[in-house]
């Protein structure tokens, strides 16, 4: 039987912590947080990012977060709670489900995404390039 998106979020939202933005406000500056930005590199060009995100385009997840993989990044084998959004939380919902499959622990998603986080008044910032795919921003 065919498994559509709706299907797929319902699932997602069931298992996986969604945080309000009033909530991850709360979160920024806490080291103990990683926000992950799960958009792509142009999405952050023209919108900006939350200060600090780690950016992880949603098509690397799976190989960033594997510690087995050639592509492994270190960042998500540190015990850290990780924030993962996109641009309306449909992306971040998937990923953090995924994230959680794959043995990360501490996982929530930002509900509404940056939009939703820029409505309540978050900070972003322009990078003047995205640097390099899962870095913070410069500048």
Do not use: N
């Amino acid at each position: 039987m065919r498994k559509g998106y709706k299907e797929l979020l319902a699932e997602a939202d069931a298992v996986v912590e969604t945080l309000p933005a009033d909530q991850a406000l709360a979160l920024q500056g806490d080291p103990g947080v990683v926000f992950v930005d799960l958009r792509d590199p142009r999405e952050i060009q023209r919108e900006g990012r939350i200060p600090g995100a780690f950016a992880c385009p949603r098509g690397m997840l799976e190989f960033w977060i594997d510690p087995d993989s050639p592509y492994a990044k270190p960042v998500f084998q540190e015990p850290k709670r990780f924030l993962f959004y996109c641009a309306s939380g449909w992306r971040s919902a998937l990923a953090a489900k995924t994230a959680q499959e794959m043995g990360l622990a501490r996982v929530a998603h930002l509900g509404g995404g940056i939009t939703a986080w820029k409505q309540a008044g978050g900070p972003t910032e322009m990078p003047a390039s995205v640097m390099s795919a899962g870095s913070p921003a410069k500048g």
